[in-house]
Nanobody, 124 residues
């Protein structure tokens, strides 16, 4: 179906920046919404940012003005630019992509795929 590969996590000091990327591959017919979620230890997974097919974006309140989501439709890739990072941003970040893939019978079917997760650690 559709596979996602994430990159770009790491360790950064408070106030620093990181850029996450997520590339989708497979029998993709079209991609609708692409998003980034995060899960900190002992907490539920939360939506950080999302971007629709027409480039409409949405952010959770805690990252507004600091994070920016973007997509490259030609490369089926979504990015998350994270600036002014805080220790509270420490979490495993997962990308999620929703769209349609071409099945073995040539029919288009909906998919929702997740990346493997990438650790972001912000030290104080």
């Amino acid at each position: 179906q559709v596979q996602l590969v994430e990159s770009g996590g790491g360790l950064v000091q408070t106030g620093g920046s990181l850029r996450l990327s997520c590339a989708a591959s497979g029998s993709i017919a079209s991609i609708n919404t692409m998003g980034w979620y995060r899960q900190a230890p002992g907490k539920q997974r939360e939506l950080v940012a999302s971007i629709t097919g027409d480039a409409s974006t949405d952010y959770t309140d805690s990252v507004k003005g600091r994070f920016a989501i973007s997509r490259d439709n030609a490369k089926n890739t979504v990015h998350l630019q994270m600036n002014k990072l805080k220790p509270d941003d420490t979490a495993v970040y997962y990308c999620n992509v929703v769209g349609y893939y071409v099945d073995y019978d040539k029919k288009e079917r909906i998919f929702s795929s997740w990346g493997q997760g990438t650790q972001v650690t912000v030290s104080s």
